[in-house]
């Protein structure tokens, strides 16, 4: 059966005003599988399942909106007492001369589009193929455009402990910007790896990132999403993850207007464990979506998806996030919980937590959750002379400390925690 014509000419629409990166035959082969894909699935539509509670038109469309950068900051750069090593790019484009030096100890560091050139490269086995792994039984059409057509991108290959975090910084400097970056990384038999991101990057930011975690090999994401609130952004991470391995994902986002971000994992060997958690912070036009599914493929594996959002004044959350069991995971356990904080009757929460099990021998859950404060704490700490705003904030931040509590590293998640104090002060009375 066909696409419906409108999906069509939308789908047509965008590929038109996009042109492929040129390399090697085995980039050129993943582009191609891409943008088949992509034909055959159309562009996303609200009558798609996993798309009725967000709305892609502005991810769709041929040009990006407006979107103003936002230029005056009371704040110091994140992770800025962190020693990093810094990858800059500028409304998606490589910034050699602000970045670091692209070498250091135990990790090999390239860019997409100089890799795209050699006839062999280890990202061959990555570049596309666990974005096409997940594109079952859920279509991501989005991530699919992406592979077919990103032209930068960092690709990273982890061969022993890496010392130091590896942080990308993504700058917003022009109000029609339309960016669309691909990072692939491997990290190999039991090494370990950090990478950091930062930034609004776009106007309209459309990112992969496929991750291969070896086995007993350790992976470690935080993110922090720009404070320009006119942007839209959809990311995608696709981990496949091995034997005793561990993979662990934060994201912290405020402000945006429009902002959906996916997570596919794979736990395909025994004893691995992956935890994905993620805090939102929203006031007014302000929608958030977080779209999770975890496949458990293999004995005696964790997977974790905390997930809390805080709105405000007509803001929107979304949660989706589904585990699935497959039959001979035995001893599988799964915790899922998502929660969001109103604090005025104009916010909404939207969830569709799901579970899929064909195992018998497992532990799995999962809760979703939307209120207000807790009235008799608020009223606890008004009694003993603290103000309602702060009393509030207070409340509030205990609200998320489950899901800040998921980074392991102790400086970075104060970090975050100081960040989100900020966002709320600024919001007080």
Same mark, same amino acid.
């Given at each position: =059966?066909g696409? &419906? /014509?409108?999906?069509l000419?939308?789908?047509?629409?965008?590929?038109?005003?996009?042109?492929?990166?040129?390399?090697a035959a085995?980039?050129e082969?993943? /582009?191609?599988g891409?943008?088949?894909r992509?034909?055959? =699935?159309?562009?996303?539509g609200?009558?798609d399942?996993?798309?009725?509670?967000?709305n892609?038109?502005?991810?769709?469309a &041929?040009q990006?909106?407006a979107?103003?950068?936002?230029?005056?900051?009371?704040?110091?750069p994140?992770y800025?007492?962190?020693?990093?090593?810094?990858?800059?790019?500028?409304?998606?484009?490589?910034?050699?001369g602000?970045?670091?030096?692209?070498?250091l100890? #135990?990790?090999?560091?390239?860019?997409l589009?100089?890799?795209?050139?050699?006839?062999?490269h280890?990202a061959?086995?990555?570049? %596309?193929?666990?974005?096409?792994? #997940?594109?079952a039984p859920v279509q991501?059409?989005?991530a699919?455009?992406?592979t077919?057509?990103?032209?930068?991108?960092?690709?990273?290959r982890?061969? %022993?402990v890496?010392?130091k975090?590896?942080?990308?910084?993504y700058? *917003?400097e022009?109000?029609?910007?339309?960016?669309m970056? *691909?990072?692939?990384?491997?990290?190999e038999e039991?090494?370990?790896l950090t990478?950091?991101?930062?930034g609004?990057?776009a106007?309209?930011?459309n990112?992969? =990132?496929?991750?291969?975690v070896?086995?007993?090999?350790?992976f470690?994401?935080?993110?922090?999403?720009?404070?320009?609130?006119?942007r839209?952004?959809?990311?995608h991470?696709?981990?496949r993850?091995g034997?005793e391995?561990?993979?662990?994902?934060?994201?912290?986002?405020?402000?945006?207007v429009?902002t @959906?971000?996916?997570?596919?994992i794979?736990l395909?060997g025994?004893?691995?464990s992956?935890?994905?958690? #993620?805090?939102?912070?929203g006031?007014?036009?302000f *929608?958030?979506?977080?779209?999770?599914?975890?496949? *458990?493929d293999a004995?005696?594996?964790?997977?974790?998806?905390?997930?809390?959002?805080?709105?405000?004044?007509?803001?929107?959350?979304?949660? /989706?996030?589904?585990?699935?069991?497959?039959?001979g995971?035995?001893?599988?356990?799964g915790? /899922?919980?998502?929660?969001?904080?109103?604090?005025?009757?104009?916010?909404?929460?939207?969830?569709?937590p799901?579970?899929?099990?064909?195992?018998?021998?497992?532990a799995c859950?999962h809760?979703?959750?939307s209120g207000?404060?807790?009235?008799?704490?608020?009223?606890?700490?008004?009694? @003993? #002379?603290? &103000?309602?705003s702060?009393?509030t904030?207070m409340?509030t931040?205990?609200?998320?400390?489950?899901?800040?509590?998921?980074?392991a590293?102790?400086?970075?998640?104060?970090?975050i925690?100081?960040?989100?104090?900020?966002w709320?002060?600024?919001?007080?009375?």
């Amino acid at each position: =059966m066909g696409l &419906p /014509q409108a999906k069509l000419d939308s789908t047509e629409a965008r590929i038109a005003a996009l042109s492929p990166l040129t390399g090697a035959a085995w980039i050129e082969t993943a /582009q191609a599988g891409a943008l088949a894909r992509l034909r055959a =699935m159309g562009l996303p539509g609200r009558r798609d399942e996993y798309w009725r509670y967000t709305n892609p038109t502005g991810l769709n469309a &041929p040009q990006a909106a407006a979107a103003a950068v936002f230029s005056v900051s009371d704040e110091s750069p994140i992770y800025g007492n962190l020693d990093t090593l810094d990858i800059v790019f500028r409304d998606g484009v490589f910034d050699a001369g602000a970045s670091d030096e692209l070498s250091l100890e #135990g990790v090999v560091i390239e860019r997409l589009g100089e890799a795209a050139l050699a006839d062999i490269h280890w990202a061959k086995d990555v570049y %596309g193929v666990l974005e096409e792994r #997940g594109q079952a039984p859920v279509q991501r059409p989005l991530a699919a455009l992406n592979t077919a057509f990103a032209h930068d991108g960092i690709l990273l290959r982890a061969t %022993g402990v890496v010392k130091k975090p590896i942080r990308f910084v993504y700058l *917003h400097e022009s109000e029609t910007s339309d960016a669309m970056l *691909h990072h692939v990384i491997k990290v190999e038999e039991g090494a370990e790896l950090t990478v950091l991101e930062n930034g609004p990057a776009a106007a309209r930011f459309n990112k992969v =990132m496929e991750v291969e975690v070896a086995d007993k090999a350790a992976f470690h994401h935080i993110r922090a999403q720009g404070r320009d609130h006119e942007r839209q952004a959809v990311t995608h991470i696709f981990a496949r993850l091995g034997a005793e391995s561990l993979f662990k994902s934060f994201t912290m986002t405020a402000n945006g207007v429009m902002t @959906r971000n996916e997570a596919v994992i794979e736990l395909t060997g025994n004893d691995a464990s992956a935890h994905i958690a #993620g805090v939102a912070l929203g006031d007014g036009d302000f *929608h958030h979506d977080d779209t999770v599914f975890v496949t *458990h493929d293999a004995v005696n594996c964790e997977s974790r998806q905390v997930f809390k959002k805080v709105l405000r004044n007509g803001a929107t959350g979304v949660f /989706q996030g589904k585990i699935l069991v497959k039959a001979g995971a035995q001893k599988t356990d799964g915790y /899922q919980i998502s929660q969001a904080l109103l604090l005025d009757d104009n916010a909404q929460f939207l969830a569709k937590p799901e579970l899929e099990i064909y195992a018998d021998d497992v532990a799995c859950s999962h809760g979703s959750t939307s209120g207000a404060l807790d009235e008799d704490a608020l009223f606890y700490l008004r009694a @003993r #002379g603290v &103000p309602r705003s702060e009393a509030t904030d207070m409340l509030t931040l205990a609200f998320l400390a489950e899901a800040i509590d998921e980074i392991a590293a102790a400086e970075i998640a104060a970090e975050i925690l100081d960040r989100l104090e900020g966002w709320l002060a600024r919001r007080r009375g």
